[in-house]
């Protein structure tokens, strides 16, 4: 449709009998028309870009890497704000920011509860620490490993070595490797000291229900999961982490699932307004799950990064921590109402802004007379700490100071200003309990950490702090209460009769795929059940598919979760975002590649080892050694007695198993079958990690020979380099000596 006053042109002129044929040099702009074609503003910012220099490009800086400039290492409202307040005695305070200005030292630890920590630890020891004594690099002694005194078992190490270092540097390459690889395994856990104290200091048994509230990026969170799993591979307890960012959530999958473990999921729900997930009690009734132990993690403004984080520098006010104290106040109220009676709460943040830690607990403790600090004095006894604030002053942004609230008298103040952010009554509640860390202290970062314990029954949550409406009215969310009278495993049998009455929740970001559980008689159970020859008690209901087809014997994976998780997800899945939970067991394959549609994982080969029939094999030293050769080897290569067992076996995957001997751990591999050979099917970081258990020299990854590729130009590059330094200075030498120059650059040198 023409719209003639917008066109502003005659209907009758455009009618088809008025308008001329165009003539053949007609073009687009001689039709008389307006329109004109949209300009590609990205190919001309290119064009403008290629013919001129970047106006507000930096100057590149010799010996910086990219482009940019270093950051001052100074802010001068920091030091101002801090020296007033006096958190650092008079006479440290050069030393306090000295250690401010200096880079953090790399520190991991090994991961724990594996089975085999003390011995790779000693490995670390032995094969790469030790070649570190008495070596230079570029004529600088090489610094040494250090125990960090005051975790436990003498597991987590640090090194005044920077990252370009670690990784440019021949002489270390190895131990790089040997870094790379088992924290691609899941071994060993790259994290930074300070943040290693909360998860000790929750103290997570195997049959605590944890929560990590902020959990992203996951360090925190595999600490709970090694305690969790401290007395066993099946613990009676579980680990919810969550994060309100989406995005984040995936970092945190990635580094959680090298752990393996089945009671572990992760959910992506605002903190501030965690949902009361659902769960079945002793009496069959339905009601909202407390937790044993809760992490908050809070977000901070991070002034205790400053020796990581350099952008914090040049950022740095006064004004973020107190526009981020409320939201960390409601984070905390919401965990002490989501706290079982006796259950811990730690509060920590990498910040050393009082506002942000003691107040924020302060105006908590005030608000939950039903909670108490506990004392940390004999917690980490090694640990250099000073004790928490007990008095403070507030700072507006223009710089006013005040002492109590009944002093903001501003309006503008008052917008910003709340009055629990202030420390009145703080005698009350023992705030000297709480932790403070300083980087000067033991050259870590900086930190606060405190824990908070509930010491009555636990009382009724008020409904707007214990959101459990999903839609748009409570009928919503509400439970027939026929249905809550019905018991557990009745309802596990009939969960679409539960769930179908509720509403889905409204997510914010990715729609993740529901979760499947496999009935014990579904399809896929029965060639799972006559290649592998599982028990009976093997847990066929707990398994689940993220995807629904038509042929339920083509389901992609198949993965396993613990009796618990199983239950909160049947129970919850339409009013919680849940990400990622439990271990994957089975992986779809062809018929041309194994005679079961589903092969067997390695992250799996332990947990089914327990229930697993005729396709479990026990080897000797020899055999293990041969199968974890680079290529595949013949059956016929193996120990008699092996050999007569699997040579008639057709293509598919079974599991060896090498028993403990000399302080070595149990081994399992998985391992495909042909009709003449056999090769363990497991990755290069993981094949790597059993030879290096066994004694054996490790294999040359992927990664690592594109390493040494990327060393090799270096050393070309740096001795070009070099060459040319000396070609320049022979030049200038022959300049000297006879008056006129030389052109060197054309002789056959």
């Known amino acids: 449709y023409f719209i003639q006053s917008n066109l502003r042109v005659n209907m009758a002129d455009i009618a088809p009998e008025n308008v001329a044929p165009p003539s053949e040099n007609t073009t687009f702009e001689n039709t008389g028309s307006k329109r004109k074609s949209k300009k590609n503003k990205w190919k001309s910012r290119k064009e403008h870009l290629d013919s001129k220099a970047r106006p507000n490009k930096k100057k590149k800086v010799e010996g910086v890497r990219g482009d940019w400039e270093p950051i001052p290492k100074e802010n001068e409202h920091f030091e101002s704000y801090y020296k007033a307040l006096g958190i650092i005695p008079e006479e440290e305070w050069d030393t306090f920011m000295a250690h401010m200005k200096v880079d953090l030292p790399a520190t991991f630890r090994v991961v724990d509860s594996r089975g085999d920590s003390v011995f790779l630890n000693n490995i670390m020891i032995n094969q790469h620490f030790s070649k570190l004594e008495g070596l230079t690099i570029d004529g600088q002694p090489c610094p040494q490993p250090e125990r960090i005194p005051w975790y436990p078992n003498g597991l987590a190490w640090q090194v005044d070595m920077s990252r370009p270092m670690l990784r440019t540097s021949e002489e270390l390459f190895a131990l790089h490797q040997f870094l790379v690889s088992e924290v691609e395994r899941g071994s060993i856990a790259r994290q930074e000291a300070v943040s290693m104290i909360p998860p000790l200091v929750l103290d997570v048994k195997s049959h605590h229900t944890v929560l990590d509230m902020c959990a992203a990026p996951g360090s925190k969170t595999l600490q709970l999961l090694e305690a969790l799993h401290a007395d066993g591979p099946h613990p009676s307890g579980l680990v919810i982490a969550n994060d309100g960012d989406n995005k984040r959530c995936y970092m945190l999958v990635t580094q959680t699932k090298r752990f393996n473990s089945l009671a572990f999921m992760i959910t992506n729900e605002d903190a501030t307004r965690f949902p009361n997930v659902k769960v079945f009690n002793e009496t069959g009734r339905l009601v909202s799950m407390k937790y044993d132990r809760i992490l908050c993690d809070v977000p901070c403004t991070g002034d205790g990064t400053l020796r990581k984080n350099y952008a914090i520098w040049k950022k740095w006010e006064q004004a973020k921590a107190v526009g981020i104290h409320k939201l960390q106040r409601r984070i905390l109220l919401r965990a002490m109402d989501m ?122 949550v008020a409904e707007s702090l214990a959101p459990e409406v999903v839609g748009n009215s409570e009928a919503d969310n509400a439970v027939p209460e026929v249905e809550n009278e019905v018991k557990s495993s009745t309802v596990h049998n009939n969960t679409n009769v539960l769930v179908d009455n509720m509403r889905w929740k409204t997510y914010h970001g990715y729609r993740e795929d529901p979760y499947f559980f496999q009935k014990s008689d579904s399809d896929c159970f029965e060639v799972i059940r006559k290649w592998y020859k599982f028990s009976d008690s093997f847990p066929y209901e707990n398994i689940f598919a993220r995807s629904k087809t038509e042929d339920n014997l083509k389901q992609r994976n198949l993965s396993i979760a613990c009796s618990r998780i199983r239950d909160i997800i049947q129970h919850n899945e339409r009013k919680i975002k849940i990400i990622n939970c439990g271990l994957r067991l089975f992986s779809y394959c062809k018929e041309s590649f194994s005679s079961c549609p589903y092969r067997l994982l390695q992250e799996g080969a332990h947990f089914t080892s327990n229930f697993i029939g005729d396709k479990l094999y026990q080897i000797s030293l020899d055999d293990m050694t041969k199968i974890l050769s680079p290529e595949g080897i013949q059956k016929s290569s193996l120990e008699p007695e092996l050999y007569a067992k699997i040579k008639d076996l057709p293509m598919g995957i079974v599991v060896f198993h090498l028993p403990s001997f000399d302080k070595v751990p149990d081994m399992y591999v998985c391992v495909y079958t042909t009709e003449n050979g056999a090769k363990a099917y497991i990755n290069e970081d993981e094949k790597n990690h059993f030879r290096m258990i066994l004694g054996l020299e490790p294999l040359l990854t992927k990664r690592e020979l594109k390493k040494l590729d990327a060393l090799e130009k270096y050393r070309q590059k740096k001795a070009t380099a070099t060459s040319a330094i000396e070609l320049e200075g022979q030049s200038e030498e022959v300049t000297e000596g006879n008056g006129s120059e030389v052109d060197i650059s054309k002789t056959e040198t």
């Open 339 to 460: 706290l079982a009676e006796g259950g811990r709460i730690v509060y920590s943040t990498c910040s050393l802004n009082p506002i942000e830690n003691e107040a924020t607990v302060l105006s908590a403790l005030r608000d939950r007379p039903d909670f108490e600090l506990m004392p940390t004095k004999d917690l980490l006894p090694e640990l250099k700490r000073r004790p928490g604030l007990t008095s403070w002053k507030v700072m507006h942004n223009d710089k006013t100071w005040y002492n109590s609230f009944a002093d903001v008298t501003d309006p503008k103040h008052l917008k910003s200003i709340a009055p629990t952010m202030f420390c009145d009554r703080a005698e009350e509640h023992n705030l000297q309990y709480c932790m403070r860390v300083y980087p000067h202290q033991q050259n870590t970062g900086g930190f606060f950490i405190c824990v908070i314990q509930r010491k009555a029954p636990v009382a009724p």
